[in-house]
C-alpha cells in the first residue's frame, strides 16, 4: 500500500452524511481529503483514479464481521469496499481481556488494510454469568459490547450489565433470541421447515427477546443495537421503541434482504442461518425498515470451511461470507425496490458509522480518505476461486452481480485496485 497525493476525477460524488450527489474531484494527501471541487494550492497529483461513470463515496462500514484469519478477511473487505468494520467478540479466546484486544488492534493495523473495531464480551469468556471488565476492555480499544450469540439466561445479569454500562456510556450490542424458544430450531418455524421436516424457530423467539431487551434499555437508558433482526415483528417493535424515545438502533443482515426461507431448496446448506431466513412477508418487512432508516445493513460475514457446510442442513453450522458482496447486494436492493443510491449507500456507511460512535461514514476535508470508488454498471460473478475470502460459503456462488469496486482507499492509501483503476498523472 502507498499513501500519496491522489486526484480522483471525473467520479459521481455522493456523501450521504452531507446530502452531497454531484460530480466533483477529490483530492487526497496525506492520508487524508484536501479539496473537493478544486484542488488545494500546491498539490501534484502523483496519482490519478479516472472515476468516469463511476461513484465515489464513503468507505463502507460493516457492522459485523467474523475475522478467522485477518489477512485473508481484510483483504476481502477492502475488495468489497469497506473501509471500517466492527468484529464480534465470540473469537478464540472471546475477547475478554485487554491483552487480546490490544493484539487484535495491533495485528490489523500492521497489515493496514481495513480498520477493526472491536466489540469486547459484555460477560467474561461470553458465559452470561459475570460481568467483563469494560473498562478495561474499553481502554484497550473496544468501542462497545456484546454476547455475539451467546446467551444471558439471567436476566438480572443483563439488567447489571446495562446499568454498568450506562454509567460510563458505552453500548451494548445483542442479537435477539430467546435461547429456550431457539434451542434446536434449524430454519423458521413455517410451512417450508414443516415440509422438510426440519424443527422451527418461532418469531416470538426474537420478539420476546427485543421485548426484554427494549424494557431493559427504557430502564437503564443504555445505548442499544439489536443485531441481524430477521421479522416483520421484529422491527415493528423496534420501530415504537423508537418513537417511545428508546435510545436503540438495528441492522438487518444483507442476505435477509434477499432470501427466504423458499431458498433452503432441497436442504440447501449455504442457506442455514442464525437467525433463520424467514416468510416473504418479513422480507419486505425487513425493506421497508432499511429504506426508511429503522434499519441499516450488515454482511455478518462468517467465513466456514467446506467442513462446516457439507453437512446435513441440521448440523451445518449456521452463516455465509458477505463482505465482498456486501455493496451489490445493496445495490441489487435499491434497484428493485426503487431505493434512491444515496440513502442506500447511508445504510452501509454514515448510519453504521454513527451507530458505531466511530469517525468514518463521510468524504469531508481534513477527515481520514476513507474512500470507495465503484462502477455500478459492471457486471461480475461470485466464483469461489476469486473470492478473497478464505470462506467460500455463500447461497449467491455463481450467480451474476451488478456493481463492482474499482478502487479503496483506507487513510489515503490505495488498499485495494482492480486493473486500469489508477493510473500515473
Excluded at 458509522?353 to 462502477?375: H, K, M, Q, T, Y
Excluded at 467460500?392 to 451488478?402: A, H, R, Y
Aim: charged share 20%.
Amino acid at each position: 500500500m502507498r499513501t500519496e497525493n491522489i486526484h480522483i476525477r471525473n467520479g459521481r460524488l455522493i456523501d450521504p452524511r452531507n446530502g452531497i450527489d454531484q460530480q466533483a474531484d477529490v483530492f487526497v494527501a496525506r492520508g487524508a481529503v484536501r479539496a473537493i471541487g478544486q484542488a488545494p494550492a500546491g498539490f501534484t497529483a502523483t496519482h490519478v483514479i479516472d472515476a468516469t461513470n463511476r461513484v465515489v463515496c464513503p468507505g463502507l462500514v460493516d457492522l459485523s464481521v467474523r475475522l478467522p484469519s485477518l489477512d485473508s478477511e481484510l483483504a476481502a473487505a477492502v475488495a468489497g469496499g469497506v473501509t471500517a468494520l466492527a468484529c464480534p467478540p465470540d473469537t478464540q479466546p472471546p475477547l475478554d481481556e485487554p491483552d487480546l484486544v490490544e493484539s487484535l488492534v495491533k495485528h490489523s493495523q500492521s497489515i493496514g488494510l481495513a480498520r477493526v473495531f472491536p466489540i469486547g464480551a459484555l460477560t467474561r469468556q461470553l458465559a452470561g454469568e459475570k460481568l467483563s471488565e469494560m473498562v478495561g476492555l474499553s481502554r484497550a480499544g473496544c468501542i462497545a459490547f456484546s454476547q455475539a450469540t451467546r446467551p444471558i439466561f439471567d436476566t438480572q445479569v443483563l439488567l447489571r450489565a446495562m446499568q454498568y454500562a450506562a454509567t460510563f456510556g458505552y453500548a451494548i450490542r445483542l442479537q435477539p433470541q430467546d435461547h429456550y424458544l431457539a434451542h434446536g430450531g434449524v430454519a423458521h418455524d413455517g410451512d417450508v421447515a414443516s415440509r422438510l421436516g426440519l424443527a422451527g424457530i418461532p418469531i416470538c423467539a426474537e420478539t420476546i427477546a427485543i421485548s426484554t431487551a427494549l424494557h431493559l434499555a427504557a430502564e437503564t437508558g443504555v445505548r442499544l443495537h439489536l443485531s441481524k433482526l430477521s421479522s416483520a415483528a421484529g422491527v415493528a417493535l423496534v420501530r415504537k421503541a423508537r418513537r417511545g424515545g428508546v435510545k436503540v438502533t438495528c441492522d438487518v443482515a444483507v442476505h435477509h434482504l434477499h432470501l427466504t426461507e423458499n431458498d433452503i431448496g432441497y436442504f440447501d446448506s449455504l442457506t442455514r442461518f442464525d437467525p433463520p431466513l424467514r416468510s416473504g412477508s418479513d422480507r419486505v418487512a425487513l425493506r421497508a425498515a432499511v429504506a426508511e432508516g429503522l434499519a441499516m445493513v450488515c454482511s455478518d460475514h462468517t467465513p466456514i470451511g467446506k467442513e462446516g457446510k457439507q453437512l446435513p442442513f441440521g448440523e451445518a453450522l449456521p452463516g455465509a461470507i458477505g463482505l465482498e458482496l456486501l455493496l451489490s447486494l445493496v445495490l441489487r436492493w435499491a434497484r428493485e425496490d426503487g431505493v434512491p443510491l444515496s440513502v442506500a449507500l447511508a445504510r452501509v456507511s454514515c448510519d453504521p458509522a454513527d451507530a458505531l460512535g466511530i469517525e468514518a461514514g463521510s468524504i469531508e476535508v481534513g477527515r481520514p480518505a476513507d474512500i470507495c470508488v465503484f462502477d455500478p454498471a459492471e457486471s461480475w460473478r461470485v466464483q469461489a476461486e476469486t473470492l478473497r475470502s478464505r470462506g467460500k460459503n455463500t447461497p449467491f456462488l455463481d450467480q451474476g452481480m451488478t456493481g463492482r469496486v474499482c478502487v479503496t482507499l483506507v487513510g489515503g492509501r490505495v488498499a485495494f485496485e482492480s486493473e486500469s483503476s489508477v493510473s500515473e498523472d
